[in-house]
């Protein structure tokens, strides 16, 4: 690697317990927007602790996960996400280049979202990333744990956005129409070992932003995430169990006029062996218009991006790390 990194865990991601958000006392709520405040206009990535979500749960999405890139190839290629109107599926490596002029990335996934079927009228409106979900046949725990822990972190999603909410001094159900029948994106990945003789710029995952509000990621204990700073240098954010690492996505750069940062981050895996990770993108409901927010522009200052809708700013990104 030949820039220069270091460990982030203790020198610049913050950890912040969230567990405050959930009591009764607003002024408890207050304290994690204000640790929240910080995180967001400095970092952009945060370490999330005392969320609530059962580690039995989270040690059944790891599980599962691996069993499914397990499989033999033939059975991830029946469910490629070629065969889904709504990219939900299997992907194979090298199937999305993140970063623009770099190889493509060194991962396989798998996508699932909230169940639709195919007659909702979203679904029959053509309505982008809305519709069914396709399912291994011979994993019978597969759907229900990773339905469970969707629905799970669809909450804590939402909780997060409260205390964001909460952290830009406005009302804490500001973002209650962007959390309303949330497009929801649960990806499962594997990143196979980085082989020492590989393409240059060759990564799992090529540097990127996030697209929609809030990602809040499983990391196993490989290592390889790496967070962009803002001086340019490149820190580790190291595992931490039981820990999520919660990044902001492009909405709410553009709704903060990157007063919070939406942080550029990648992964390369030279860790030696099978790396996995869970991201959870909360990306919000299609229909939310994300425009400047009033109180984030000084007088005289203009807002840095036009209002875009989440689907289309969504549909924009997919076509052009896709490459379609
Ligand atoms: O695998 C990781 O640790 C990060 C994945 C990621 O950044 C993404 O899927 O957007
Ligand atoms: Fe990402």
Not at 94 to 123: N, S
Request: one cysteine or more; a negative charge.
């Amino acid at each position: 690697m030949t820039e220069q990194s270091r460990a982030a865990a203790w020198q610049g991601l913050p950890v912040i317990s969230v567990a405050g958000l959930s009591a009764p006392s607003r002024a408890a709520r207050g304290q994690v927007g204000a640790a929240l405040h910080a995180a967001c206009r400095d970092m952009g990535f945060f370490y999330c602790v005392d969320h609530g979500i059962p580690a039995d749960l989270i040690a059944a999405v790891f599980a599962q996960s691996r069993a499914f890139f397990a499989l033999p190839e033939a059975e991830k290629e029946a469910l490629n996400k070629n065969r889904s109107t709504c990219n939900r599926g299997y992907e194979p490596l090298r199937d999305q280049t993140l970063e623009p002029g770099a190889p493509p990335d060194l991962k396989e996934g798998f996508y699932i979202g909230p169940e639709k079927p195919a007659d909702d009228p979203a679904v029959r409106a053509g309505r982008f990333n809305q519709g069914p979900n396709q399912w291994p046949r011979d994993m019978p725990e597969f759907h229900r744990v990773m339905m469970e822990y969707s629905a799970a972190m669809t909450e804590l999603g939402e909780r997060l956005m409260r205390g964001i909410a909460l952290s830009l001094g406005l009302d804490e159900n500001y973002f209650a129409t962007f959390c309303h029948d949330p497009l929801t994106t649960l990806r499962l990945l594997h990143y196979p070992p980085q082989p020492a003789q590989s393409p240059p710029g060759q990564k799992g995952a090529g540097a990127h932003t996030d697209f929609g509000g809030l990602t809040l990621l499983l990391q196993d204990d490989s290592g390889g995430l790496q967070v962009r700073a803002p001086d340019g240098t490149w820190l580790d954010a190291m595992p931490i169990p039981g820990s999520f690492v919660v990044n902001l996505g492009d909405m709410i750069s553009r709704w903060t006029n990157n007063r919070y940062r939406s942080t550029l981050h990648r992964v390369i895996n030279t860790s030696g062996h099978e790396r996995y990770s869970v991201p959870f993108f909360h990306t919000g409901n299609p229909d939310q218009v994300v425009a400047c927010l009033p109180g984030c522009l000084e007088p005289g200052e203009s807002p840095l991006w036009p209002p875009v809708t989440v689907e289309d700013h969504l549909r924009t990104m997919y076509d052009r790390t896709y490459g379609r």
